[in-house]
Nanobody, 129 residues
Framework: EVQVVESGGGLVQAGGSLRLSCVAS????????IGWFRQAPGKEREGVSC????????YYADSVKGRFTISSDKAENTVYLQMNSLKPEDTAIYYC??????????????????????WGQGILVTVSS
């Protein structure tokens, strides 16, 4: 069974940093893409970043570009989201998701509807002003 589990959320002051982890299991790491998404109260779920695990191609939402970095550790079956220069508007529940990439996916991997195989339970990130 394909599974992903998030950890690392919490409360941080504006300007601070957090690192989220997404531990994957039940699939061949290189065959998948992992996406990070977030959902703030009253808002739709939005794509934050994603990575194609085979070649390391990454994509970012404009709102986090230059502040967030996605990376992977194959030995640990883990994808990380390093979040720096956090803003109150980054407050949300963060989710990771897994699915197999398809030819031509590109930035479509930032769309939540693209992921069907596994979603984590979500983890809260709160940024205070």
């Amino acid at each position: 069974e394909v599974q992903v589990v998030e950890s690392g959320g919490g409360l941080v002051q504006a300007g601070g940093s957090l690192r989220l982890s997404c531990v994957a299991s039940g699939f061949t790491f290189d065959d998948y893409a992992i996406g990070w998404f977030r959902q703030a109260p009253g808002k739709e779920r939005e794509g934050v970043s994603c990575i194609m695990l085979r070649d390391g191609t990454t994509y970012y939402a404009d709102s986090v570009k230059g502040r967030f970095t996605i990376s992977s550790d194959k030995a640990e079956n883990t994808v990380y989201l390093q979040m720096n220069s956090l803003k109150p508007e980054d407050t949300a529940i963060y989710y990771c998701a897994a699915d197999k990439p398809r030819l031509g996916d590109g930035r479509s991997l930032l769309l939540a509807d693209r992921y069907h195989e596994a979603w984590g339970q979500g983890i809260l990130v709160t940024v205070s002003s």
